[in-house]
């Protein structure tokens, strides 16, 4: 089974109608599956925590958020997943390019690769780290539950492998 497809049709699944995305050679296929879905409103943004900001706007609306980025962008993230997610407890799927993982090509990406769990913990964030197609197909549709559930965002971790 093709990777961007799983992970869309879990996202579909979901029921998930908002997307806000950051670019990573990883995603681009399921970016543009995701932009030419009519049935989901796809905001592309420059900095991931911009698009936390419109993705909580949009959940207050009704829409039920993602977020597709690269874990480099976590780093940018941390105040807004802790003053504004984890403090009004807004769910959102974090569909995370998880560079710096073995098979990277980029070295500059190893020290966030290294830091993207320990920052997740830290910030009491679950993540899932689905290994297969299969797996991302059965397990993102059962995240948003999840972080419906709790009220708080919940990553989906796709290592460089997974692609
Ligand atoms: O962040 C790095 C750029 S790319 O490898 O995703 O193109």
Redesign the pocket.
């Known amino acids: 089974m093709d990777s961007s497809q799983a992970v869309y049709d879990g996202l579909k699944k979901a029921g998930i109608d908002f997307v806000v995305s950051v670019?990573?050679?990883?995603l681009g296929k399921l970016m543009e599956m995701v932009d030419c879905d009519p049935d989901i409103i796809h905001v592309p943004v420059t900095r991931e925590e911009e698009g936390f900001g419109i993705a909580a706007g949009a959940y207050l609306g009704g829409k039920k958020p993602a977020i597709l980025m690269?874990n480099?962008g976590l780093g940018n993230s941390v105040n807004v997943l802790a003053s504004l997610f984890k403090l009004y407890q807004f769910p959102i799927l974090m569909v995370i390019s998880h560079?710096g993982t073995e098979g990277e090509f980029?070295g500059a990406?190893i020290p966030m690769g290294e830091a993207t769990t320990g920052i997740l913990d830290t910030l009491e964030i679950a993540y899932i780290n689905p290994k297969t197609p299969e797996e991302a197909l059965k397990l993102v549709p059962e995240s948003w539950l999840l972080a419906e559930l709790a009220g708080s965002p919940l990553a989906i971790l796709l290592e460089i492998s997974f692609w």
């Open positions: 670019p990573c050679v990883n690269q480099s560079r980029m990406q």
